[in-house]
């Protein structure tokens, strides 16, 4: 038996060793210019213009800055500064030159943006733990998971794109410099708060781009950008839910302030380019496809530009915020 295993080894590792052969590739490949620029409706346009490199190229590798291309930017065909301001809606194109690395350039549209309805919001308490004693009068131990509901209204026939982000607000002292220059402060009062995490399987809409091979073997992630194919000229209520949040109060003074803690939800209407852009990262990374190609078993996932050269990006984004305030649920634990 042992004997059968070594030539089993030898046999697999002559089959492996034909398939390997040493050479030096011949890349004519030159650089090009690479534009990267978000685009955000209200702020001013920031552009990076680098440069394409060889992989086996360190240096480059390191910088690959281009400092001197020239930069032209246009609203809707018109030449504007670097000082201005896009609005939603306008067709923002992006043209970079450079004597050694030639021309590149991109256009994307800044989508409207759609202003999403609070439906309603609940907290879901895992356990609780409210008591005074010797050191603090107030003491509050919370665990619970946290559901919120949007409704987002799709009017238009276009097809949109959409991401929604989240973060945390609360006070998490130090409230402010006065509170540091009272070394007392703090040994009267801790507070803590955190949202947990985003349970993506909550929300169908995370999964609409989830590939039925990849449902089969259970390879699912969710993912955060996400379209308006399932509710296209209607509305649609997305389901976040937070789960594992705690908030830990304890203080021998009663302020309001310390309730006032929650989540702050982004919606941002995003481009096409960026939606593409993100879709292409999300199966490098988390998808089966990539697997698949590693195995042999797929074409190659070419990498995803919108820029003339093929190297780049050039997104947009229009967003708004809404504030989930805890504050009058929490404030019913005071004991």
């Known amino acids: 038996m042992g004997i059968l295993r070594i ?24 650089p090009v210019l690479c534009i990267n620029a978000l685009i955000k409706a209200g702020e001013p346009i920031d552009v990076k213009i680098t440069h394409t490199w060889v992989y086996s190229d360190f240096e480059a590798m390191k910088n690959h800055e281009v400092k001197n291309a020239l930069i032209s930017i246009y609203a809707n065909d018109e ?46 308490i895992i356990s609780q733990n409210v008591y005074s ?58 507070l803590f708060y955190d949202s947990g995490y985003l349970d993506y399987n909550a929300e169908p809409l995370f999964f609409e781009n989830v590939e039925e091979l990849e449902s089969i073997y259970g390879n ?8 308006d194919k399932l509710f296209s000229g209607s509305s649609y209520t997305l389901n976040l839910l937070f789960v594992g949040c705690k908030y830990h109060l304890q203080t021998n003074v009663c302020d309001p302030d310390f309730f006032d803690c929650g989540e702050m939800i982004t919606l941002h209407s995003v481009s096409k380019s960026y939606y593409d852009w993100e879709y292409y990262y999300n199966q490098i990374n988390l998808g089966l496809l990539d697997d698949l190609t590693e195995w042999g078993f797929n074409d190659p996932i070419w990498g995803y530009s919108n820029v003339s050269t093929g190297a780049g990006v050039v997104a947009a984004e229009s967003s708004v915020n809404i504030m989930v305030n805890l504050k009058d649920k929490l404030e019913k634990f005071l004991p």
């Open 7 to 30: 030539f089993t080894y030898c046999l697999i590792a002559l089959l492996l060793s034909s398939c390997y052969e040493t050479f030096s590739p011949d890349i004519n490949e030159k």
């Open 79 to 124: 030449r504007v500064n670097e000082e201005y301001i896009p609005k939603e809606g306008e067709r923002i194109r992006i043209v970079a030159e450079s004597d050694k690395y030639g021309k590149a350039e991109a256009e994307t549209v800044v989508p409207y943006s759609t202003m999403p309805k609070l439906i309603d919001w609940d907290m879901d």
């Open 133 to 190: 004693d010797d050191e603090y009068a107030i003491n509050i131990f919370l665990y619970f998971n946290l559901l919120i509901k949007l409704e987002i209204s799709d009017i238009s026939d276009l097809e949109d794109y959409y991401h929604i982000s989240f973060k945390t607000f609360s006070l998490n002292f130090p409230l402010s410099d006065d509170n540091l220059k009272d070394p007392d402060y703090f040994h009267d009062n801790y």
């Open 220 to 227: 699912e992630s969710g993912f955060n950008f996400f379209t």
